[in-house]
């Protein structure tokens, strides 16, 4: 096993008092020289012989470092992109509604400006996965921070409506990069904080959606939606300017053949936490020589039934999690009569100004409520993952959305059971869709576990593309259609995570 720097100490003190007594010029006295055994390791290698022939892994010096100050500053950074990222996914709920408006555009229309975004990020997720791993993870949110802000802040200036598509349109495709902030933060957890962190990273997540909503509280009665778009980029400029804090992977250095970058790295990750380094010899156990996966290996007969019901859990959680997000502000636009009436023939007519509710003041305050709820829904999932265990804990959330959701069924005419229904369907989906990042990566082997998350994401983004159609359009149709849609999906997802093969808790990764 690698032993630490503290460990040796004596041995060269030892060396440094025995070359003192050696005449001048002689081989001892430049050996007295030395004032850093770890700096001038190889140098008294040949002399002196006290160095191990150890070798470790990253992971193995992260996790013999530990959490420290270095994980906790990372945490904000990538917090911050993560943040930057929810509040340009938020402002979607608001966005569409506005421009309908303002422009006059049909219901259709209206849930294409949400659509092309996702259609962005599914398109752009192979590109930016294979430039990270040419490139690395901080050369990626770099590129696509900077873009994601000048085109998010480019989208405010939109004269027309195939301009604002466009724009939205380059927007999504360079969000599909933000997920490599988590994979970068992760690099640098240790085993037993990894799950845990990463699901508390998602608060940042949910701070995000709700300076949005107060965002949106201030600017949208006075300036518009054109000022908000513009504002909302500014912390994605914060990000980017702050990047040249945000340090490059170790685990990518040393798989790229950069072992003395990595190791100046996991150097600055020991000395920001108080912690000795490793003695001995970088090595890299997962290089390319190693065969990587394909998609069709998720298909192989051990893992076929795994996948596809994968697939359609993560499918389902982008479609009840965006759904109810971009439903929210359809629900609170419409009247008592609408929420109760019969349905009604589907119309894409353009709409006309005097038919157009704008959110008041009331509503987006209702906003901000049923936005908060990720939080007890993120805790309530660390709460009970470990307890139950990853497959019933999806089963049981999908479970409690499908029972919650099933209330708009029933004509809700009050305000506040509206609200209170819409809280706990926002918290509960959010704990799902956290419990799914934590289960997929586990069940997979090393081999396959980026190509099995990479597919899971992009089964999302297609249930983040369809649902804009069903929370936008068909909820003006009748809501008691929509209630009945994600309610059924939701059941069926839950009976969907039982039939999973494998429980991950308290098991090994592969």
Same mark, same amino acid.
């Given at each position: 096993m690698p032993r630490s720097r503290s460990s040796d100490s004596a041995q060269y003190e030892d060396l440094s008092a025995l070359a003192g007594s050696g005449p001048p010029g002689s081989?001892?006295?430049?050996?007295?020289?030395?004032?850093?055994?770890?700096?001038? /390791?190889?140098?008294?290698?040949?002399?002196?012989?006290?160095?191990?022939?150890?070798?470790?892994?990253?992971? =193995?010096?992260?996790?013999?470092?530990g959490f420290g100050r270095f994980q906790i500053r990372l945490s904000l950074i990538t917090g911050l992109c993560w943040m930057a990222d929810s509040m340009e996914m938020m402002i979607l709920s608001m966005l569409s509604p506005a421009v309908q408006c303002s422009w006059h555009i049909s219901e259709w229309k209206q849930a294409f400006i949400t659509t092309i975004v996702f259609l962005g990020m599914m398109l752009s997720s192979p590109f930016w996965g294979k430039f990270s791993d040419k490139y690395g993870r901080k050369t990626t949110l770099v590129m696509s921070g900077s873009f994601l802000f000048f085109y998010?802040? /480019?989208?405010?200036?939109?004269?027309?409506?195939?301009?604002?598509?466009?724009?939205?349109?380059?927007?999504?495709?360079?969000?599909?990069?933000?997920? =490599?902030?988590?994979? /970068?933060?992760?690099?640098?957890? #240790?085993?037993?904080? &990894? $799950?845990?962190?990463?699901?508390?990273?998602?608060?940042?997540?949910?701070?995000?959606?709700?300076?949005?909503?107060?965002?949106?509280?201030?600017?949208?009665?006075?300036?518009?939606?054109?000022? /908000?778009?513009?504002?909302?980029?500014?912390?994605?400029?914060?990000?980017?300017?702050?990047?040249?804090?945000? #340090?490059?992977?170790?685990?990518?250095?040393?798989?790229?053949? =950069?072992?003395?970058?990595?190791l100046s790295t996991l150097k600055q990750l020991a000395d920001e936490n108080g912690r000795p380094m490793l003695l001995g010899r970088l090595t890299v156990d997962d290089v390319s020589t190693v065969r990587r996966g394909e998609i069709r290996d998720l298909l192989v007969p051990e893992l076929r039934s795994t996948t596809l019901l994968l697939?359609?859990?993560?499918?389902?959680?982008?479609?009840?999690?965006?759904?109810?997000?971009?439903?929210?502000?359809?629900?609170?636009?419409?009247?008592?009569?609408?929420?109760?009436?019969?349905?009604? $023939?589907?119309? $894409?007519?353009?709409?006309?100004q005097a038919s157009c509710k704008t959110l008041q003041q009331e509503d987006y305050i209702d906003l901000l409520w049923t936005t908060l709820a990720e939080f007890p829904g993120i805790f309530f999932t660390i709460l009970i993952i470990e307890r139950f265990g990853r497959k019933k804990t999806m089963a049981t959330e999908f479970l409690i959305y499908t029972l919650t959701i099933f209330t708009l069924f029933f004509c809700v005419k009050s305000r506040a059971v509206l609200t209170v229904t819409l809280f706990v369907c926002r918290g509960i989906i959010?704990?799902?869709?956290?419990?799914?990042?934590?289960?997929?990566?586990? *069940?997979?082997?090393?081999?396959?576990?980026? *190509?099995?998350?990479?597919?899971?994401?992009?089964?999302?983004?297609?249930?983040?593309?369809?649902? #804009?159609?069903?929370? =936008?359009?068909?909820?003006?149709?009748?809501?008691?259609?929509?209630?009945?849609?994600?309610?059924?999906?939701?059941?069926?997802?839950?009976?969907?995570?039982?039939?999973?093969?494998?429980?991950?808790?308290? &098991?090994?990764?592969?």
């Open positions: 081989l001892l006295s430049q050996v007295a020289d030395v004032r850093d055994p770890g700096d001038q /390791l190889e140098m008294t290698a040949s002399t002196a012989g006290v160095v191990p022939d150890d070798t470790f892994t990253v992971d =193995q010096a992260v996790n013999a470092i998010g802040f /480019l989208s405010s200036f939109a004269p027309t409506y195939v301009w604002l598509l466009l724009l939205r349109g380059l927007v999504g495709f360079c969000v599909g990069a933000i997920p =490599q902030a988590v994979t /970068l933060y992760a690099e640098f957890l #240790p085993v037993k904080q &990894r $799950g845990k962190c990463v699901i508390l990273l998602e608060c940042f997540w949910a701070l995000g959606a709700c300076l949005e909503v107060l965002l949106a509280l201030f600017v949208m009665p006075t300036l518009g939606w054109k000022w /908000l778009l513009g504002l909302s980029s500014l912390p994605l400029l914060l990000f980017t300017l702050i990047c040249p804090w945000l #340090p490059e992977s170790a685990r990518f250095h040393a798989a790229s053949g =950069q072992s003395e970058r990595a697939w359609f859990i993560w499918w389902a959680s982008a479609f009840c999690y965006y759904g109810i997000v971009l439903m929210t502000t359809e629900l609170f636009e419409l009247s008592e009569e609408d929420l109760c009436s019969a349905p009604q $023939g589907w119309e $894409g007519a353009e709409v006309c959010a704990g799902m869709f956290q419990a799914a990042y934590v289960y997929t990566p586990e *069940v997979y082997p090393t081999t396959l576990r980026a *190509v099995g998350v990479g597919a899971c994401s992009g089964f999302a983004r297609l249930g983040a593309m369809v649902t #804009p159609l069903i929370a =936008q359009v068909v909820v003006r149709t009748s809501v008691r259609y929509v209630a009945l849609v994600y309610g059924c999906v939701a059941l069926l997802s839950a009976a969907a995570a039982l039939r999973l093969r494998t429980e991950t808790s308290g &098991r090994p990764m592969a």
